[in-house]
């Protein structure tokens, strides 16, 4: 375990030292919280709430702010290929499961506390919590979220070496898994063939079990949000870990 933890310190104090990462990961989801959220607030109405477009996006908005930063955080693999610092740990007597749970906790912790900030910024502009057990059940998906995309980003860069090629394929990945999760929408709405593709979507359930737990209403049931992504986190860790075993640096 002191590996997992050595890798997990070092991804924490990268982040926390990395100022323009943090505030630079705030740009996206503060411009679809603001521009978004408030031009279209008087103007959508949404089932059982009104018009409260700012209120509803906002749990969509936190598991925007953790799946950018968990799903990029598999850079960091590629980065150490190019920098040798991989190869110097691979051939440390430590497995290769280890090494990448390690990077996946570390991941998954920085994509939480990424949302975490967003989720804090959202209470002065008109996030009303619940309760504090709905903090809790948010806090618990937002890690699930942080899990899993991580998981994905790790499997995808443990088959590249290029950073940019990297960059761009993430791109073209995230804005569908963001676009069809109904953080910005509310899936009932869906026709029924948009609302079946929805519901493949993995984070479609993340956001449905922080919107349960800040707003305590969601269109599924939280158990079945977290027994779904839960078992899709549980899949994408052992895609992770078994296309890490086989990296050549």
């Given amino acids: 375990m002191d590996i997992v933890y050595a890798i997990w310190l070092r991804n924490i104090k990268r982040y926390l030292r990395s100022k323009s990462r943090i ?5 996206m989801p ?3 919280l603001l521009i978004l959220g408030f ?3 008087s103007v959508v109405d949404i089932p059982g709430m009104g018009h409260n477009y700012v209120g509803f996006i906002i749990p969509g908005i936190v598991a925007m702010s953790v799946l950018f930063t968990s799903i990029f955080s598999g850079i960091q693999i590629i980065w150490d290929k190019q920098f040798g610092f991989l190869k110097e740990t691979l051939v440390a007597p430590v497995s290769r499961l280890e090494i990448m749970i390690g990077q996946t906790l570390g991941g ?3 994509a939480f506390i990424q949302g975490l900030i967003i989720l804090v910024l959202s209470l002065f502009i008109g ?3 619940t309760n504090l057990a709905g903090f809790l059940i948010a806090f618990l998906f937002m890690l699930l979220i942080g899990l899993c995309f991580t998981a994905l980003g790790i499997a995808i860069a443990s ?3 290029d950073m940019h090629g990297f960059q761009l ?3 073209f990945v995230i804005f569908p898994i963001f676009g069809l999760s109904g953080a910005i929408f509310p899936i009932d709405s869906l026709p029924s063939w948009l609302k079946t593709v929805t519901l493949l979507d993995p984070l479609t359930y993340g956001v449905e079990g922080i919107r349960y737990g800040l707003l305590g209403t969601s269109h599924i049931s939280p158990l079945i949000s977290g027994l779904v992504l839960g078992s899709i986190t549980l899949v994408m860790i052992i895609l992770g870990a078994y296309l890490f075993r086989k990296v050549k640096v």
């Fill in 108 to 110: 998954a912790t920085t």
């Fill in 30 to 32: 503060l411009f679809f």
């Fill in 127 to 129: 996030a009303n919590i």
């Fill in 159 to 161: 088959k590249m070496d």
């Fill in 39 to 41: 031009g279209l607030n």
């Fill in 169 to 171: 394929i993430m791109n």
């Fill in 23 to 27: 505030i630079g990961s705030l740009g």
